[in-house]
């Protein structure tokens, strides 16, 4: 949700605004009440979230496909094996000189 949007900040509407452009905002910002109100509110809202775990079990629902409880996705995705994408035969060959020349010392490849 973009903090102007919720009314607890002020869109500059460029990247690389003027100072006298962040001095107005500061102004408007410090002065109007509504402000404060409005960023209490949105920090209110995301306090209700924990951020890292909600990344982590979304991440799961999408690897295991569908599991909706943390602790079940984790178990289930422990429990399966891994199975490698396959390469298409350039990248196998070149994987391959590549993890040769590494471990003899010959070739250009470099870690």
Known sequence: MPVA????????????PSALAVLRAWRRVST???????????????????GPR???????????????????ECEIAAS????????SSVESTVAASTASEIATGSGTASL
Request: charged share 25%; hydrophobic share 40%.
């Open 54 to 72: 909600e990344v982590v079990e979304h991440t799961l629902r999408l690897v295991v496909g569908g599991a909706s409880t943390y602790p079940l």
């Open 32 to 50: 109007d009440a509504s402000y404060r109100t409005n960023a209490q509110r949105l920090a209110a809202r995301l306090a209700e979230h924990d």
């Open 5 to 16: 949007w919720a009314g607890a900040g002020v869109d500059l509407r460029t990247g690389r």
């Open 80 to 87: 399966r094996p891994f199975t490698k994408p396959a390469e």
